[in-house]
């Protein structure tokens, strides 16, 4: 079993966390929080005192942190978990952040002598806790190799994606599909409540014809038809709308770096910066039926 640095133990990381140590694994946990530190030390984890310090004398590093800056800032400089690890630590950075970053901090690693991948998840809180997440996973080849058997004990679905930063390309564009796709089954709903269906009929109808996907049937923003969407649960995160905005905002850069056209993905991200800067500061993303109700 693998001695695992874990940083950044939050709504994600927390489960995730926990999947490695009842896998057996000896995981050491640093988080800003100590709330979130101590439900893993609950568990069995050992607290560590600094990024650094989760970084020393362990084999593995995992990372989930909220933006590329928070990724920066840990893994980069004299004072970075790159500098601190023994020679050929595996780092796997989960988090979702810009290509450019992902890159950037491969190469120092790799200039380090160490492995590096980008492993950013789909699959939400819910499968972080269930051990069931899809990573994407940009590095190479050997590199994902070391890495596949840990990803294994906190995901299903580990998809090598290409080289560094291939993983988080996947990552963005995937997430623009689901920023696109709550938004189209929210304005399906708003409309069919304006034209007098009721919820569950127009559920059992798109669920199982071709409006299925992904946000209707195990995200539906609308209480009742899946019990376990965040509708049910007056819209708390979940996958926090500031987190999608975030996501889309890194879709729509990378899109203007690389000239591709995204006119839905550009209209879905001023929705969600309108939601973000109202109700939807602290609510989950699909709460933005809401907002389109109201329009
Ligand atoms: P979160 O805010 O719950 O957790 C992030 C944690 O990082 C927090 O506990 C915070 O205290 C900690 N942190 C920040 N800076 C730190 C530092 N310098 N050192 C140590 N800890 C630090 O966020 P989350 O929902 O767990 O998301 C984490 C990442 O996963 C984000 O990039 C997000 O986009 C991605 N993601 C989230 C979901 C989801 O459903 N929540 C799904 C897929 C991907």
Known sequence: MAKIGFIGVGNMGGPMALN??????NVKVFDLSEEAVKI??????EAAES???AAKGVNIVVSMLPKGDHVRGVYLGEGGAIAAASEGTLFIDCSTIDVATAREVADAAHGAG?????????GGVGGAAAGTLTFMVGGPAGAFEAAKPVLEA???????TGASGNGQAAKICNNMILGISMVAVSEAFVLGEKLGLDHQTLYDIASTASGQCW?????CPVPGPVPTS????????GFSAQNMLKDM??????ADGYDASTALGKAATELYEKYVSGDGETADFSGIINMIRES
């Not at 160490?114 to 789909?122: I, W």
């Not at 965040?230 to 995160?237: R, T």
């Not at 905002?249 to 990378?254: E, I, T």
């Open 51 to 53: 990024a650094v310090d």
């Open 249 to 254: 905002h890194l879709s729509q850069s990378a």
């Open 40 to 45: 893993c030390v609950d568990a069995g984890a």
């Open 114 to 122: 160490m492995m590096m991948v980008d492993a950013p998840v789909s």
């Open 230 to 237: 965040p509708a049910n649960n007056d819209y708390k995160p």
């Open 215 to 219: 946000s209707l049937t195990s995200y």
């Open 20 to 25: 490695l140590l009842k896998a057996g694994h």
């Open 154 to 160: 906190m995901g299903k679905n580990i998809v090598h």
